[in-house]
């Protein structure tokens, strides 16, 4: 069997592993060895072969890792609960000095405390500064 089609073969194994495993690793190795096989069929020898195949798999897995980064770090947005801070509510029930009451953001009502443990009455306009738990952490919107 020639050695273009042994490389071309495991190339093809390594990008099927790659579908059922994270992480871009048998992605590299799958590359780097259809790439070798392509290059072998001009190299003849086989040290040289090796030799391109770890120096290409190793710029696809550089490659691979910014560019993974890349997609992950801009899919960090705050979901469920979490993308209620900085919003805008109403209080619905007061918050007594260091007690909880009710605020009302976008249709639901959640209990909520004072950031500076002060009394909030009821229908002032409050910002979502940060959830704890079940919690709100509201400020006293302050209107310019």
Request: glycine fraction near 10%; charged fraction near 25%.
């Amino acid at each position: 069997m020639d050695p273009w089609l042994i490389w071309v073969a495991i190339g093809i194994i390594c990008i099927i592993i790659e579908i059922f495993t994270p992480g871009f690793l048998f992605m590299s190795f799958g590359i780097g060895a259809i790439i070798t096989g392509l290059v072998s069929i001009v190299l003849k020898s086989v040290p040289l072969q090796i030799l391109v195949f770890a120096v290409i798999t190793f710029l696809v897995f550089i490659s691979s890792r910014k560019l993974s980064k890349k997609l992950i770090s801009k899919s960090s947005e705050e979901t469920n609960i979490y993308a209620l801070k900085g919003k805008k509510g109403i209080v619905v029930k007061e918050i007594p000095e260091d007690g909880r009451g009710y605020v009302k953001v976008g249709g639901e009502e959640w209990s909520a405390v004072s950031e500076d443990g002060k009394k909030i009455e009821k229908d002032e306009k409050v910002t979502i500064i940060k959830v704890e738990g079940n919690k709100l952490i509201v400020s006293i919107k302050e209107e310019i």
